[in-house]
């Protein structure tokens, strides 16, 4: 078989990956500008700052709850395309308001809230586009180039962001992704090419309004799949426990421990050097070990990280320690996350898609928002450093929610389910 590196998934595909590239970059730039935000400009505390990443994504996952269905049944790229200019325009307005000095904590909440609602909606839409783009046995190379720009893209990202807050104020690396989700939505409408329709179930074709058993499709479909089921509760532990840690790093190296802003971005950008050579490696270790082997190892090899961040000081030792746990962490991440991803698409049925992912995103949002908004009551009521010391020592059990048995996709999964 061809190497991922040199194989070509054709002009449609070049389309999506840029312009999926461009949001990375953006979203690179623009990482952790929010808490930033919150500390610097707001000075907020750790309980602010962790609600603010939690209740943007709680009341984003409840909203996008009725978005599974609605997208499993439209046509896939306008539905991307409106969830890019949504996100544009989200995120446009904390610089403007910035700039008129009326920018207040609450609309940080609003714009979390806007925008995590779109992002469930885009991946459960792109998922289900790229199925039906990729040839089945390419998508483990198609997930894999989305992973590594999405460490390259961290890689660039924070460190010149941290040197743009420093030159031009906290404000400009939110413009910076505002603007690519906008370039986004260019490269989506250049894909060009027709789509089919999907098929709309004689129920809801009756109706706008979708029953509750629609909206819990895609969980029935998930927990009733031995397949997806155990990464699934796995996804929503190990995804809210690194995510928990977040804004409590934020706290811990940007306020107590006294880290500028490029220093915070530094020691979060370096170490993705890791996820790009794991996200380059998937294809080739799947190929050598297969699937399951590869999944299981790199999913277990995550867990041994995080409990490290606990035992940063200040100054280049301190440093050290974040990148050394980070570039673990990561590199086992740049390995599981495109096998996962193929693994997940290869077990959903063409017609569950978007349903199944729309869930998982819901899910795995709910979770990040309930363990941060816990973390940061922990934080408080504790220490930063102790509630990083727990989130790191529950996150050593998450292999224990791994599949232990290999499963082929059943017939249902490959092919289009009757109704």
């Known amino acids: 078989m061809t190497g991922g590196r040199r194989r070509s998934l054709g002009r449609r595909f070049g389309w999506l990956w840029a312009a999926y590239a461009v ?17 610097l400009v707001l000075h907020s505390g750790p309980a602010q700052v962790a609600a603010l990443s939690a209740a943007g994504r709680a009341v984003g996952a409840l909203l996008a709850v009725p978005l599974g269905p609605w997208v499993e049944f439209r046509r896939k790229r306008p539905v991307m ?29 609003v714009v979390s809230v806007v925008v995590a609602a ?42 010149l962001g941290g ?34 329709r999907p098929s709309v179930p004689r129920r809801a074709a ?79 270790l799947v190929n050598r ?10 999913g277990a090899g995550r867990a041994v990280w995080l409990v490290g961040l606990a035992f940063v000081r200040p100054g280049a030792a301190g440093m050290a320690v974040v990148i050394v746990c980070q570039l673990g962490l990561v590199t086992c991440c740049g390995v599981f996350n495109p096998v996962l991803a193929t693994y997940r698409l290869a077990h959903t049925a063409p017609d ?14 709910a979770a990040i928002a309930a363990t941060t908004a816990l973390w940061g009551v922990l934080a408080s009521a504790t ?16 292999p224990l929610l791994l599949p232990r048995r290999e499963r082929a996709p059943g017939v249902s999964e490959v092919a289009v389910t009757a109704r």
């Open 23 to 39: 949001s990375s970059y953006g979203s690179g730039l623009g990482f952790g500008a929010f808490p930033l935000i919150a500390v």
């Open 163 to 196: 040197a743009a807050i420093a030159l031009f104020g906290p404000a400009t690396t939110v413009i910076a992704d505002a603007v690519s989700y906008l370039l986004s939505a260019v490269g989506i409408r250049a894909i060009g090419g027709s789509e089919e």
């Open 352 to 365: 569950r898609v978007a349903r199944t992912l729309s869930a998982w995103s819901v899910s795995t949002s």
């Open 81 to 109: 395309i409106a969830t890019d200019l949504a996100r544009f325009a989200a995120m446009a307005s904390v610089p403007a308001a910035y700039a008129l000095g009326c920018l207040g904590f609450v609309q940080l909440l």
């Open 118 to 159: 779109a992002n469930i909606a885009f991946k459960a839409a792109s998922g289900a586009y790229l199925k039906a783009l990729v040839p089945p046995e390419d998508l483990l190379i198609a997930n894999g180039r989305f992973e590594s720009t999405t460490w390259t893209s961290t890689v660039v990202g924070p460190p």
């Open 383 to 398: 220490s930063p450093r102790t509630a990083l010391a727990l989130a790191g020592t529950l996150f050593l059990a998450t």
């Open 206 to 284: 009756r109706t706008r309004r979708p029953r509750l058993g629609e909206l819990l499709e895609g969980w029935r479909y998930v927990l009733a799949s031995a397949a997806l089921r155990p990464l699934f509760f796995n996804a929503m532990l190990s995804n809210g426990l690194i995510m928990a840690t977040e804004p409590l790093l934020a706290v811990l190296l940007l306020g107590r421990l006294g880290f500028a802003p490029w220093q915070y971005g530094l020691a979060f950008a370096a170490p993705c050097v890791g996820g790009l050579i794991g996200s380059r490696m998937a294809h080739r």
């Open 289 to 298: 070990f297969g699937q399951h082997r590869v999944m299981l190892w790199s």
